[in-house]
């Protein structure tokens, strides 16, 4: 698998023009080159599992703890839907979900991380219980998977590249508008 596979082309693109560099990638290892200006002694280290932990508390901490999960400079890149560079517009998007589905539950498949990347191909499920985009709960178990990509900068999320399957879960919760809702990360 590589690292062009899990991200998509217009991310590609996007990754390129940041200066990250691919310089190896193997099954279970992603290879990257440092990025240029990134500070190496600003902040202290953290471990590949430490950086695991970080970005699977993306899908667990929401909504209340996100505020301490992302960077200042924040960003997120959707394979679908607008990008957010804002801490408020990430937490607006992400609110519509998690209150639409509170119980949701996570599982990996896929964990691949080298220095500052983690990419984790996860699955998450959990009960339509609360209005989404003014449709009422149902009550239904709804399926949400994906890929996402974080680069993790002094112990925090900098920057995300996720694809998910949108369309299915707004066919799920609402019945059939797919791409009309507007994407959560």
């Not at 217009?10 to 240029?36: D, P, Y």
């Not at 607006?92 to 896929?110: E, F, K, W």
Request: contains cysteine; charged residues 20%; aromatic residues 4%.
């Amino acid at each position: 698998m590589t690292l062009a596979m899990l991200l998509s082309r217009r991310s590609t693109i996007k990754a390129g023009a940041a200066g990250i560099g691919v310089a190896a990638v193997g099954t279970q290892r992603l290879g990257v080159l440092a990025q240029e200006g990134t500070p190496s002694d600003a902040c202290a280290d953290t471990t590949p599992e430490e950086n695991v932990a970080l970005a699977k508390r993306w899908f667990t901490d929401l909504p209340e703890g996100l505020a301490d999960l992302i960077s200042d400079d924040f960003s997120i890149e959707h394979g679908m839907g607008a990008d957010l560079t804002s801490r408020e517009d990430v937490i607006a998007r992400l609110m519509a979900i998690s209150t639409a589905v509170p119980n949701s539950t996570h599982t990996y498949d896929v964990e691949m991380t080298d220095g500052e990347l983690v990419a984790l191909r996860w699955k998450g499920t959990g009960t339509f219980d609360a209005d989404y985009m003014g449709v009422a709960p149902t009550g239904e178990e709804v399926t949400l998977s994906g890929i996402h990509i974080f680069r993790i900068e002094c112990g925090r999320i900098a920057q995300i590249w996720a694809e998910t399957n949108l369309d299915q879960v707004h066919e799920q919760l609402l019945g059939g508008c797919g791409g009309a809702a507007t994407p959560a990360a």
